[in-house]
C-alpha cells in the first residue's frame, strides 16, 4: 500500500526536552511538508522541502527543524525553543512544489509537552 | 498573504438533508483549490481538487465549485448520511496550502 506514516501517534514530553516526529512516504512524491494542527484553527505551515537536501522554514518555523537526507524521510524535531509545543502534527508530500499537484497527508502524531 | 475562511464553524442538520459549505480566500492567483475530510484525531483525507482553470469538480454525492474572481468556492455533498459527520477543511494552493479553520458537520440519524 502506498502512502505516508508518521510516527508515533502519540508523544509525551517534559518541557525543555526535544522531540523527533517520523514520516515517511513510499508515494515517490518528491516534495514533503509538516503542518501544525490547534483547536480551532487551520493548519499552518512549518517546513517544507522540494528536493532532497533542501528545504525552506514556513509561515511559523521558529522552534522547529527538519532535515531531508533521503526522498522518502522527513523528520520533524521540536526543540526547547518552540513556546507552545503541544498540538497535532500533520506530514504531506506531494509530487512537486507548486501547481497541480494533490497533497496528501498522513496520520499525524499528537505532541503533550507538560 | 493569502487568508483563508470557512462559514459557518458548525452545523447540524437531518440525514437526507442536502450540505452546501463555503469558503472564500482573499488572493485569487491561485493553481487549485483543494477540500479534504478530517475525522476526530485523524489525518486529512482529500476529497476533491479543483484546478484554477475549473469552475467545478465532481466526485459521487460531493460536487464542489469554483469561483476565482470572486473568491468563493463551495462543497456541496447531497443526501447527507451520518457517515458524513466530519470536519471539512478548504486550503487554497498558491504554491503552498493555505487551510480555513474549517466546518464541522453533524448529520442527525
Known amino acids: 500500500d502506498g502512502g505516508i506514516t508518521q510516527s508515533p501517534k502519540y508523544l509525551f514530553r517534559k518541557e525543555g526536552q526535544n522531540v523527533t516526529l517520523s514520516c515517511e512516504q513510499n508515494l515517490n512524491h518528491d516534495a514533503m511538508y509538516w503542518y501544525r494542527q490547534d483547536p480551532g484553527q487551520g493548519l499552518r505551515l512549518i517546513y517544507y522541502?522540494?528536493?532532497?537536501?533542501?528545504?525552506q522554514k514556513g509561515d511559523i518555523a521558529e522552534g522547529y527543524s527538519v532535515s531531508r537526507e533521503k526522498k522518502e524521510s522527513f523528520p520533524l524535531t521540536v526543540t526547547s525553543a518552540q513556546k507552545n509545543p503541544t498540538a497535532f502534527y500533520l506530514c504531506?508530500?506531494?509530487?512537486?512544489?507548486?501547481?497541480?499537484?494533490?497533497?496528501?497527508f498522513g496520520p499525524g502524531t499528537r505532541l503533550t509537552v507538560t | 498573504k493569502q487568508e483563508v475562511t470557512q462559514i459557518p464553524a458548525a452545523l447540524s442538520v437531518p440525514e437526507g438533508e442536502n450540505l452546501v459549505l463555503n469558503c472564500s480566500f482573499t488572493?485569487?492567483?491561485?493553481?487549485?483549490l483543494q477540500w479534504f475530510r478530517q475525522d476526530p484525531g485523524k489525518g486529512l483525507t482529500s476529497l476533491l481538487l479543483?484546478?484554477?482553470?475549473?469552475r467545478e469538480q465532481t466526485s459521487g454525492r460531493l460536487n464542489a465549485s469554483l469561483d476565482k474572481s470572486s473568491g468563493r468556492s463551495t462543497l456541496y455533498i447531497a443526501a447527507s448520511q451520518p457517515g458524513d459527520s466530519a470536519t471539512y477543511l478548504c486550503a487554497s494552493n498558491d504554491y503552498k496550502l493555505s487551510f480555513g479553520a474549517g466546518t464541522t458537520v453533524t448529520v442527525r440519524a
Open positions: 488572493d485569487s492567483a491561485i493553481y487549485n
Open positions: 522541502s522540494q528536493i532532497v537536501n533542501d528545504f
Open positions: 479543483i484546478q484554477s482553470s475549473q
Open positions: 504531506a508530500s506531494s509530487n512537486g512544489l507548486a501547481g497541480t499537484y494533490e497533497q496528501y
